[in-house]
T-cell receptor
Framework: GAVVSQHPSWVICKSGTSVKIECRSLDFQATTMFWYRQFPKQSLMLMATSNEGSKATYEQGVEKDKFLINHASLTLSTLTVTSAHPEDSSFYIC???????????FGPGTRLLVL | GQQLNQSPQSMFIQEGEDVSMNCTSSSIFNTWLWYKQDPGEGPVLLIALYKAGELTSNGRLTAQFGITRKDSFLNISASIPSDVGIYFCAGKETSGSRLTFGEGTQLTVNP
């Protein structure tokens, strides 16, 4: 139980294009989902907290107009990297928290490479 | 955001040895979580701790939630090669759902 999927697992795009990453909780409902970014040999950095049916809460320094988050249902959140640039290349990981729970379960991550 | 102090940063051990790593924080946490991350993968939950003083095992893994609620440790007994990876502690503050992560412990197990 508590499986989280992400799609795609990796993506290569040209600079200036937009990329959408999906995060799904497969066997549970998640009121809250989280988006993280991880650079090589570093820990996870929280980008934003996404609550179903409301606007996401972004961490300081994360541009909300660049990283668009939509959490339209209890099992799906999407992160869209708009006008991607090479510095946006990173490993993006989502997590989902069981409604009323205390534990976050992570997706397998999406590797983004912007050329 | 706030960081947890996780140590050691890396460990090189022989197969069969026991391993111990810990995390400390200046703030109180309501929940402590331990994750393992393999290269190119997302973190996988190993153990969740919800009460101060709680000691929980998962196979060869044992973790404890410190009495002060400001620290936690993870022990791995009789290590095997597949234990290789990065181990992260994470604390959840009482005020909300966000997790604060440690910097990770890179574990290498030599056969």
């Amino acid at each position: 139980g508590a499986v989280v999927s992400q799609h795609p697992s990796w993506v290569i795009c040209k600079s200036g294009t937009s990329v959408k990453i999906e995060c799904r909780s497969l066997d549970f409902q998640a009121t809250t989902m989280f988006w993280y970014r991880q650079f090589p040999k570093q820990s996870l950095m929280l980008m934003a907290t996404s609550n179903e049916g409301s606007k996401a809460t972004y961490e300081q320094g994360v541009e909300k107009d660049k990283f668009l988050i939509n959490h339209a249902s209890l099992t799906l959140s999407t992160l869209t990297v708009t006008s991607a640039h090479p510095e946006d290349s990173s490993f993006y990981i989502c997590s989902a928290e069981l409604t009323g729970g205390e534990t976050q379960y992570f997706g397998p991550g999406t590797r983004l490479l912007v050329l | 955001g706030q960081q947890l102090n996780q140590s050691p940063q890396s460990m090189f051990i022989q197969e069969g040895e026991d391993v111990s790593m810990n995390c400390t924080s200046s703030s109180i946490f309501n929940t402590w979580l331990w994750y393992k991350q393999d290269p190119g993968e997302g973190p996988v939950l190993l153990i969740a701790l919800y009460k101060a003083g709680e000691l929980t095992s998962n196979g060869r893994l044992t973790a404890q939630f410190g009495i002060t609620r400001k620290d936690s440790f993870l022990n791995i007994s009789a290590s095997i090669p597949s234990d290789v990876g990065i181990y992260f502690c994470a604390g959840k503050e009482t005020s909300g759902s966000r997790l604060t992560f440690g910097e990770g412990t890179q574990l290498t197990v030599n056969p």
